[in-house]
Each structure stands twice: as C-alpha cells, then as structure tokens.
C-alpha cells in the first residue's frame, strides 16, 4: 500500500493534488498524525466470486437451453417416434432450406415485418412529435398513450379479436353506422384484410414505445437551433429535415433494430387472432415453427426454425448496428 507523507492532523500537510486526489482517503493513527493514503488496486477474484450467482443463473438458465436447443437442431428427434432419435447434421437446415413452406412462410413474415414496423415507427413518431408540443392536457396524454404498451400480447390479441370480430365487433359497429359498410364484415377470415388487421394490432401495442423513445430525444434539441433556422426563414418541414429527423436518426435506428428482432419473432398475436389463416395467409416463421413442433411434435425440425430466425434477427440487427457505426454514434 502506497503513503504520501505522515503530517499532523491539524494541518494536513503533504496531502496530494491533481485529478487522483479524491480517489485517495484520509488515515489517522493512535498519536494523532494522519497520512494521505493510496487506494486499493481492483481485486478480480473478488469481483468474480461476487458475480458467481448471477453467472450460474445465465449459465442454467439461457446458455444451457442455447446449447441444447441448437443440438437438437441437428438430430431427427420426434416425439411420435422417439426411439429414431439420431444425429443427422445440417439435413433438418437443408430440408427446410429447400420447402417452398419456408420460402412462402418468409415472404409472409417479410410483409408482416415491413408493415407493422412502417406503421408502427411512423405513427409513433407522429405522437412523439404532438407530445413535444406544449398544450392544454399534453401529460394526462402522456400518461394514457402508456397503456397499450402495457397489456399483454396475448390481451392484445384478445382486444382486437372482439373489435375485429365479424358478428358483433365494435369496428363494424361503427363502419356500419357511418354507412361506410353495408353490412359486417369478418375481417380475419378474410385473405384480403386478415394480415393488414394483424398489422395494425401489432403496431397498437408497440406505438407507445417508440413515442417515449423518440420524445426523449426530441427533448435533448436545443431550442436555441430552431431560433436560428426561423431567423432564416426556414419553414416547419425545412426544420424538420435539416434540424429534428437527423438529431432523432439515432433513436429511431434503435428502434428500428428493436421493432424488427419483434416483428420477426411474433407469434402471440398470430396465436389468437388467425392461428395463420386463412389458409396460409398469415403463416409467418414463428407460426410455423410452433406448428411443426408442437402439432407434428418434431423438436429437432422445431428447432432448426429456431435457429433460423434467430440467425436472420442477428443478421438485420448487425446490418443496423453497422449503420449506426458509420455514422459515428456507437464509436468508441
């Protein structure tokens, strides 16, 4: 342990100076004197016995179900036959690969992605953008606009599944009264609406989200930049672009690399609303792979659809974060 001159107490002389004194402290002994005394050095094995029970939590917990889950990926495991469990590599990959269920599933889940995503980023950033404004009521608002990004997928769903439903659905209701409709319509068992209705409820629980992200950042503007750009003369959409949408470029890449790892692993919503149909109209990756799995009770297929879009999350989300690199935000 390193000391810095021994000095009365009263006069505390020989204390030390520059940007490290306050990671020194102050030592007395039993005479009265007091020294100026350097810090401990970091104690590693500390530090790791201390973390021991959140590092054997993540292991049993997320690395092990990892691990598993990807070798069973690689064997042929039904459970309608488990006694043909043998390891055959890459070929559930290939298989899949190669069906034009995958392939048609992808298009679905690329549509059902772009859509909500659009929707839901757009509209969000409209309210955050209202919410900036000062008028009568705007925290009360603030507060309500919390709510559908408290409940539940799965309530969600079960929301939009009586305003949606074609008998006595409260949008019917309202589209029939305006005279918009001549008479109900049931719109998720429709080809031609049941995916924009999925859309549309899936954006509705994650506008709220992407509002209170972006107001966050549209608070750190300094005002003092738009002053400057009225001075001259810049109009509303002038100051839009050149001042607030590359400020929010930032937020809004993170949150389109949030939206996106949910859009791709949406299965709640598909659950209750269509469980895929009509037809296979609104068969997106994760659906299937809850089918293959559970209703044809083949894990090691299941989990080779896991995987799958596991790997295209990371893909995208590396793309974003690539982005964001380049524009310098997540540099060192």
Known sequence: MAVKGDFPSAAFAGSPAGPQKAAWRLSQDGLGRGRWVAPREPQPF??????????????????YPIIYSFLLSLHQYNLRQPARFR??????????????QFWRAAQTTALFSLGSITLTIVLGTLLALLLNEVFPGRALLR????????VPPVVN?????????????????VLVGAGVLDEYRS?????????????????WNHIPFVSLVVLAALQTIPEELYEAARMDGANVLQ???????????HSLLLVLITQTMVALR??????????????????????LTYVTTFNFADFGRGNAYAYLIALTTLALSI??????????????
Do not use: C, H
Request: charge should be neutral.
């Open 239 to 249: 100051r839009f672009k050149a001042i607030t949408l590359p400020w929010l470029s």
């Open 157 to 173: 769903g079960l929301i939009w599944q009586w305003l949606l439903d074609g008998r006595y659905g409260l949008i019917n209701a």
């Open 87 to 100: 390891f055959i590599g890459l070929d559930n990959y290939i298989s899949i690969l190669g069906s034009e």
């Open 266 to 287: 949406t299965f709640d919503i598909i659950y209750v609303l269509t469980g895929g149909g009509p037809g296979d109209s609104t068969t997106v990756l994760a659906w």
């Open 187 to 203: 719109w998720l068992t429709d080809v031609n609406t049941a995916m924009p209705a999925l859309i549309v409820a899936q954006a």
């Open 143 to 150: 507060a309500i606009i919390l709510i559908p990004w408290a």
């Open 46 to 63: 500390l530090f790791f016995v201390l973390n021991t029970p959140a590092i054997l939590l993540l292991l049993v917990f997320v690395l």
């Open 319 to 332: 793309i974003y974060i690539r982005l964001l690199w380049k524009r310098g935000e997540l540099a060192r």
